[in-house]
C-alpha cells in the first residue's frame, strides 16, 4: 500500500520561497502510472490543486500559480518537490501531496492516495 509523507519548514517568510519534499514508499514514482500532485488548503477555503509531475516526469501547472511553482522529483530517492516562489501571507495553508489514477486539475479529498498533509505559515 502506497504511503505519502510530507516534509518541510513549517514557517517561511515574505517573499521567500516555499519547500516542500513528498517522500513515497510502498511504489514508485517513475514506474508507476500515477500522477504525483501537489494540492494546498488555505484556512476556511476549499481545497485547491497546485500541479503534478506524471510518472513520465512531465508537469502541469494551475495556471493561477504557475508563475511562482516548479515540481520535480529524485527518482532515487522516490521522492517528488514542490517549490512555490515569492510567497505571501495568502499562500498559508495545510499542503498535501497525493497519488491520483489519471491527471487532474481540482483536489478532492478521497481521491488518490494523500499524504496526512504539513502545515505552511508564511509570516514575517
Known amino acids: 500500500q502506497v504511503q505519502l509523507q510530507e516534509s518541510g519548514p513549517g514557517l517561511v517568510k515574505p517573499s521567500q520561497t516555499l519547500s516542500l519534499i513528498c517522500t513515497v514508499s510502498?511504489?514508485?514514482?517513475?514506474?508507476?502510472?500515477?500522477?504525483w500532485n501537489w494540492i494546498r488548503q488555505p484556512p476556511g477555503k476549499d481545497l485547491e490543486w497546485i500541479g503534478y509531475?506524471?510518472?513520465?516526469?512531465?508537469?502541469h501547472y494551475s495556471p493561477s500559480l504557475k508563475s511562482r511553482t516548479s515540481i520535480s522529483r529524485d527518482t532515487s530517492k522516490n521522492q517528488f518537490t514542490l517549490q512555490l516562489t515569492s510567497v505571501t501571507p495568502e499562500d498559508t495553508a495545510v499542503y498535501y501531496c497525493?497519488?491520483?489514477?489519471?491527471?487532474?486539475?481540482?483536489?478532492?479529498?478521497?481521491?488518490?492516495?494523500w499524504g496526512q498533509g504539513t502545515q505552511v505559515t508564511v509570516s514575517s
Open positions: 497525493a497519488r491520483t489514477p489519471k491527471p487532474i486539475t481540482s483536489a478532492t479529498k478521497g481521491f488518490g492516495s
Open positions: 510502498g511504489g514508485s514514482i517513475a514506474t508507476d502510472y500515477y500522477y
Open positions: 509531475i506524471a510518472y513520465t516526469g512531465s508537469t
